[in-house]
């Protein structure tokens, strides 16, 4: 009798582990889409996850009573929740480029009057983790947490321009660069020669890139090893950062990485 509920008993918990993990699975997977969006309906959300609704509504329900979600009752919109931005900033706080940035960030916005940005690398793209708005009328915007491609973003290609070229093309390798306007680096060679000359003059010009009318001016951020962990960056529209106007802000913008950098104990790789 002992050794047959023994038996019974493992199975269960055999069984119920993968159900545990697929719940788990789908939970992040939903997490992650409403990250993404402003506000997602349950419709929506069933529609980009390929789920039943309500499966979607049980999961939404489960991570809205951990206050991961929330739901507006007016508009029926999901949203993110306060504890999910919280377990977000423990990410943050253990990054100390995310709250030390801060005063910089501000200064930075004040000496160009565009919006500043830090961002960091991630599995081939730039996460944006904060940003001081302009206060311009036409300012550039950036989501945090919001992701975007490495090889079209001024971070992206300052942080690019401290690895050497065999890194590049192993970060790159197999991965098709996508063409966002017809000035995207799409090709592996054509990125590499615009990486050459950023190293030369120390920060990077994203030449609307990305996205047609928006220029971005970047340069790198160290650790105390000399290693690249974030890249600072101001945003704004081609109509006010002209060519020459470029060539003034990137040494201010590498000042200002430069300055965060030994805020944090850091050191570029020519001072070890």
Known sequence: MMDTRSKRGRKAGENAAPASVQVLDRSLVLLSIVAEADGSTLTALADATG????TVHRLLTSLSAHGMVVNDSD?????????????????LRNRKVGTISRPFLKKLMEETGETA?????DDGNVVFISQMESHAPMR??????KRGPIHASGIGKAILS???DKEIGQLLSGKK???FTDRTRNTLPSLLRDIQEIRRRGWSLDDEEHTVGMRCVAAPIFNEYGETIAGISISGPSVRISDEKA???GPVVRDSADR???AMGGKRPEEL
């Open 247 to 249: 060539s003034l802000l």
């Open 260 to 262: 965060l950098t030994r």
């Open 140 to 145: 550039a915007f950036f989501r945090p947490g």
């Open 117 to 121: 940005n830090i961002g960091i690398e």
């Open 177 to 179: 660069l996508q063409s």
């Open 75 to 91: 508009t029926g919109l999901w949203t993110v929740g306060l504890r999910a931005f919280e377990i977000g900033n423990a990410f």
């Open 51 to 54: 789920m039943a609704t309500s």
């Open 162 to 164: 401290t690895w050497s």
